[in-house]
């Protein structure tokens, strides 16, 4: 029995510097990146995103778009086979077609689009609450997985200032899928975002090995530029970055620390994930 390919996927939540991140290590020159995909990622499968979006989220598009991975004919008659609608089912024959036109010196990462299976909020329903993109991967890939996350408090004074999601959202509701995701990234191994804002170098070294990567220190002269990103290409939120700066310095409002303060989840994801109770 031939043994199954390697694929390699991170998981972060939205707003939780997952897009600096994932710049980094897709710059690396071994690294093709699919930014944002997810077995429920496009077609009628989500609510609320414009058919451009979704077109950006089909990997598919971001193969060809970015990578040039197929002849123009390739490309379009599978457009017009899927016809931008990837389901579960389709999924991972996708995922598989790309792999294969990638050369054999390159490692396909896939930057999973957690935020539908974690909060949810306003594309799905509801979420699942476990990372859906393994659950359709896992049968035909050897699925190599690690996380990044960004301390709660932060990571919510971000997300909900998104027009999409501000006033749909709840506290308890976003602490919930906060610990769901916690728990799994405590399972599968996990950098900070505090932590890689303080010692890029170092965290990407982590998270490299994590995902089997080889690093590749020259990243630091290319992630600036490097455009293959979803939140980059739909709402240019990176375009001023230039230097990769200290996360979190934002003073907390003191009846928002109320807030988190009572909820439980709150608490077990601190102890999770290794921060500090308040």
């Not at 496009?42 to 950006?56: C, F, I, M």
């Not at 004919?73 to 077609?97: C, G, R, S, T, W």
């Not at 996380?147 to 308890?172: C, E, F, G």
């Not at 739909?234 to 620390?257: C, D, F, G, H, Y």
Request: positive net charge.
């Amino acid at each position: 029995m031939r043994p199954k390919r390697k694929i390699r996927v991170i998981h972060h939540m939205a707003r939780s510097g997952g897009t600096i991140l994932t710049r980094c290590l897709g710059a690396m020159r071994d690294t093709v990146m699919l930014s944002e995909v997810h077995p429920r990622g496009t077609g009628p499968n989500v609510a609320r995103v414009s058919s451009v979006d979704q077109k950006v989220h089909n990997p598919i598009w971001q193969a060809q778009t970015w990578f040039k991975l197929f002849t123009d004919a390739e490309y379009k008659e599978l457009m017009a086979q899927y016809k931008n609608v990837i389901d579960a089912e389709m999924f991972p024959y996708v995922i598989e077609l790309i792999a294969n036109a990638i050369r054999k010196e390159k490692f396909i990462v896939l930057r999973d689009w957690s935020h539908l299976d974690y909060t949810g909020i306003p594309y799905v329903k509801k979420p699942l609450y476990r990372p859906s993109i393994v659950d359709v991967l896992e049968d035909r890939f050897e699925v190599i997985r690690y996380a990044s996350a960004r301390h709660p408090i932060y990571q919510w004074i971000s997300l909900s200032r998104l027009k999409v999601i501000a006033d749909r959202l709840k506290i308890d509701d976003f602490l919930y899928g906060y610990f769901k995701f916690a728990d799994m990234a405590k399972e599968i191994g996990f950098i900070r975002y505090e932590d890689f804002t303080d010692d890029p170098d170092g965290k990407l070294q982590i998270l490299c090995r994590g995902l089997d990567l080889p690093f590749d220190p020259d990243y630091r002269h290319y992630w600036m530029d490097y455009a293959f990103m979803t939140g980059d290409i739909n709402k240019k939120i990176m375009s001023n970055k230039r230097e990769i700066v200290s996360a979190n310095t934002r003073k907390i409002p003191p009846k928002m620390l109320e807030t988190f303060e009572r909820n439980d989840y709150y608490h077990a994801s601190l102890a999770l994930l290794g921060y500090r109770q308040s």
